[in-house]
T-cell receptor, first 112, second 113 residues
Framework: EADIYQTPRYLVIGTGKKITLECSQT?????MYWYQQDPGMELHLIHY???????EKGDLSSESTVSRIRTEHFPLTLESARPSHTSQYLC???????????FGPGTRLLVL | SQQGEEDPQALSIQEGENATMNCSYK?????LQWYRQNSGRGLVHLIL?????REKHSGRLRVTLDTSKKSSSLLITASRAADTASYFC?????????????FGQGTILTVHP
């Protein structure tokens, strides 16, 4: 069982609200990732970080932003949620020099 | 276009049978991994095969990689109801994509008791 946590697990929120999805890992991994996954579909990388103060956009364009102030914490923020943001968001991490990723349980977001 | 494509999209078998899933990709890779996802949960890493390897085993799992055909297969032998899940292949591309994975569409496996 991987030591990577996401909160909340489920979130139902109205259009226009600001939300932050939390992701924390206790494994000391330098690399962290955010993926977006619609039901029954593949994962799309939206953000990644190779260490503190390092953030990059992924392959899928996203209106969300991320920060990496501490090694263990990689929150994702949506300034103004829209129904098109409804999806599952998965956080993952990996060690420096390794390619295997460890995933959190995900946050299911529903924007009304 | 997607880097990884999997087939079949869905597979339904009886307990005890073998399950085979295939993954094809388009560009050169450093390695290929298989992950499992139980309904609505995060992914769990199953096995990694490097581009210079052709076959790898882990318990009831057997993975093959054919870089000339840009394809991989995952075989689960003697399947169990608990193997019911979605299975994804993920490739780490060559070059400057170090550490970034591209996932396939996944195969939904249902194992009936």
């Amino acid at each position: 069982e991987a030591d990577i946590y996401q909160t909340p697990r489920y979130l139902v929120i109205g259009t226009g609200k600001k939300i932050t999805l939390e992701c924390s890992q206790t494994m000391g991994h330098d690399k962290m990732y955010w993926y977006q996954q619609d039901p029954g579909m593949e994962l799309h990388l939206i953000h990644y970080s190779y260490g503190v103060n390092s953030t990059e956009k992924g392959d899928l364009s996203s209106e969300s932003t991320v920060s990496r102030i501490r090694t263990e914490h990689f929150p994702l923020t949506l300034e103004s949620a829209r129904p098109s943001h409804t999806s599952q968001y998965l956080c993952a991490s990996s060690k420096q020099g390794a390619v295997t990723q460890y995933f959190g349980p995900g946050t299911r977001l529903l924007v009304l | 276009s997607q880097q990884g494509e999997e087939d079949p999209q869905a597979l339904s078998i009886q307990e005890g049978e073998n399950a085979t899933m295939n993954c094809s990709y388009k560009t050169s890779i450093n390695n290929l991994q298989w992950y499992r996802q139980n309904s609505g949960r995060g992914l769990v890493h199953l096995i990694l095969i490097r581009s210079n390897e052709r076959e790898k085993h882990s318990g009831r799992l057997r993975v093959t990689l054919d870089t000339s055909k840009k394809s991989s297969s995952l075989l689960i032998t003697a399947s169990r109801a608990a193997d019911t899940a979605s299975y994804f292949c993920a490739t780490e591309l060559g070059g400057t994509s170090y550490g970034k994975l591209t996932f396939g569409q996944g195969t939904i496996l249902t194992v009936h008791p």
